[in-house]
């Protein structure tokens, strides 16, 4: 059974770095075809994709975002972790972190419950 | 980027109902469309994957269809349960793109 888990602040002070975790199961971050991506929804808004990583450590980032954005993984741990510097209350939003299938179709077939965080002074 | 732009935004229907939602690509995207069910407070489902393909233990009522530019979702006989918000979502390439979604309401 696959199951992700996204961990990390709820509340973060702007210009701060947010790091969050996904700690996942029932698959390997090091298996051919596997990846991991990271996905947020503002408060009544729609989802906007963040940041993609690969079993092979191939990483991809949002246009906008990329210049703030860090994705890494530690496959011994069923880890995958996001930073996000310089934040604003503009990043305030629930973060999935989510399974994408490479070796299908790339759909994005398992999500984690979402972390929501807000960010204010 | 390529931009996916959903339509309508919000939709209102009755139990047995035949619903379209629509999203189209600015660009070309093969059949790389994926759409995907959310309800009130929980995380995204996979409905649909690369354009008409049913997930595993989604309903058959759900359906999708398209290529290229235009695709299409359609749920041929509403369910209660059914009553949620639906993102389509482009896989052809990164930066991938989200519709802004429609929000489907009980009539």
């Known amino acids: 059974q696959v199951t992700l888990r996204e961990s990390g602040p709820a509340l973060v002070k702007p210009t701060q770095t947010l790091t969050l975790t996904c700690s996942f199961s029932?698959?390997?971050?090091?298996?051919?075809?596997?990846?991991v991506t990271w996905i947020r929804q503002p408060p009544g808004k729609a989802l906007e994709w963040l940041a993609r990583?690969?079993?092979?450590?191939?990483?991809y980032y949002s246009t906008s975002l990329r210049t703030r954005l860090t994705i890494s993984k530690d496959t011994s741990k069923n880890q995958v972790v996001l930073t996000l510097t310089n934040t604003d209350p503009v990043d305030t939003a629930t973060y999935f972190c989510?399974?994408?299938?490479?070796?299908?179709?790339?759909?994005?077939?398992?999500w984690g419950q979402g972390t929501l965080v807000t960010v204010s002074s | 980027d390529i931009q996916m732009t959903q339509s309508p935004s919000s939709l209102s229907a009755s139990v047995g109902d035949r619903v379209t939602i629509t999203c189209r690509a600015s660009q070309t995207i093969g059949i790389s469309v994926n759409w995907y069910q959310q309800r009130p407070g929980k995380a995204p489902k996979l409905l649909i994957y690369a354009a008409s393909s049913l997930q595993s233990r989604v309903p058959s009522r759900f359906s999708g269809s398209g290529s290229g530019t235009d695709f299409t979702l359609t749920i041929s006989s509403l369910q209660l349960e059914d009553f949620a918000t639906y993102h389509c979502?482009?896989?052809?390439?990164?930066?991938?793109?989200f519709g802004q979604g429609t929000k489907l309401e009980i009539k």
């Open positions: 979502q482009q896989s052809y390439t990164t930066p991938y793109t």
């Open positions: 990583i690969d079993w092979d450590d191939d990483k």
């Open positions: 989510a399974r994408i299938w490479l070796a299908g179709s790339l759909e994005i077939d398992h």
């Open positions: 029932g698959f390997s971050l090091s298996t051919s075809g596997m990846g």
